[in-house]
């Protein structure tokens, strides 16, 4: 299918942006105030560990899947229900993320591997229906490479001590963001 890309952005694109803004801006304060979070192999929740960094990690992912949700809520078109309710599961796991650190006992770690993996894992449905149903090119396809590479890193990184789990995740959300905003033009029946 090929279509033509509309430069100018329309409300759901600019709600996603936004989006990804809040999560890598946010992320981008937790390593400025903490950059030792890039050397161990606590991906991104590691800044949700420490005092210093817990209000930039919370508004940051918390901030942008609520976003995410109120662009699903108001600018996605029925057409895509499948995707505006995987956007709506995006939120109750993130909070999850945020209220069961890893680092207080095996059970909370447990939730919090098992959330974040469903994220990862309904992110994919989420490209793979974009790939499939609504907008697929060479663009397209290699993000998705990119964001599978990302999923593939942390998933390697999940359980070492030292590795490069928060390099994997960012890669991941970042081709992901890029993947569906760069789509978002035919999600919604804005012109």
Do not use: W
């Not at 996605?76 to 995707?83: C, E, F, P, R, T």
Request: a positive charge; glycine letters at 6%.
């Amino acid at each position: 299918m090929k279509h033509k890309i509309n430069l100018s952005f329309n409300r759901l694109q600019k709600y996603l942006i936004t989006s990804q803004l809040v999560l890598f801006l946010g992320i981008i304060i937790c390593i400025i105030i903490r950059p030792k979070g890039l050397r161990v192999d606590n991906g991104i929740s590691y800044y949700g560990t420490h005092l210093n960094t817990l209000a930039a990690y919370t508004i940051s992912l918390a901030g942008s899947a609520f976003i995410a949700i109120l662009a699903a809520i108001k600018y996605i078109k029925k057409d895509y229900d499948s995707i505006r309710s995987f956007l709506f599961i995006l939120f109750p796991l993130t909070l999850t993320i945020i209220l069961f650190p890893y680092n207080i006992n095996s059970t909370y770690k447990t939730i919090h591997e098992y959330s974040g993996i469903l994220i990862f894992i309904i992110q994919i449905i989420i490209s793979l229906i974009i790939l499939f149903k609504i907008y697929r090119d060479r663009f397209n396809i290699f993000l998705f490479i990119i964001q599978i590479l990302g999923g593939l890193i942390s998933a390697y990184y999940l359980l070492p001590s030292q590795g490069f789990l928060i390099q994997g995740q960012l890669l991941f959300q970042l081709a992901f963001g890029i993947l569906i905003i760069r789509s978002s033009h035919l999600l919604t029946n804005e012109i």
